[in-house]
């Protein structure tokens, strides 16, 4: 009998200097562009709570709280990105940086070590090509 389950696997990036460039060229974007939809959140928040504010006031309130916790949840996501970013920005060349997580399916069949076949898997990556699978 033979079965298939899934069990994680690590993606770990070989710091180079190109990694690390594109990196944070790409987390610095991604901050630039969240700052101006809270730019933007903020703008569409005033006019809309104004013009309701005119309108129907018994809306106001939930509404004002509805965007205070989409604004509150886009400030969480630019803050865990600028602590990203200070974590990348102190790497040096040939340290590790883990990307994700992945899940991969491993078969288990009978007589096999569980552990060993459930244990963690990683794929070591330099500059976007697999160097290495540990299993």
């Not at 969240?34 to 509404?63: C, P, T, W, Y």
């Amino acid at each position: 009998m033979t079965l298939y389950v899934k069990r994680p696997v690590i993606i770990k990036n070989i710091v180079t200097e190109n990694f690390k460039r594109q990196m944070i060229e790409e987390l610095g974007n991604t901050i630039k562009q969240l700052e101006i939809r809270l730019e933007q959140m903020e703008f569409q928040e005033r006019r809309m709570l104004a013009d309701l504010g005119r309108k129907n006031n018994r809306h106001v309130s939930g509404l004002r709280e509805n965007l205070t916790q989409e604004r509150e949840r886009q400030q969480q996501l630019k803050t865990n990105l600028e602590d990203r970013l200070a974590e990348l920005e102190k790497l040096q060349v040939g340290d590790f940086y883990i990307s994700g997580v992945y899940e991969s399916p491993v078969k288990i069949e009978i007589g096999d070590n569980i552990l060993e076949r459930l244990s963690q898997a990683e794929i070591v990556v330099r500059d976007g090509v697999v160097e290495q699978i540990i299993e």
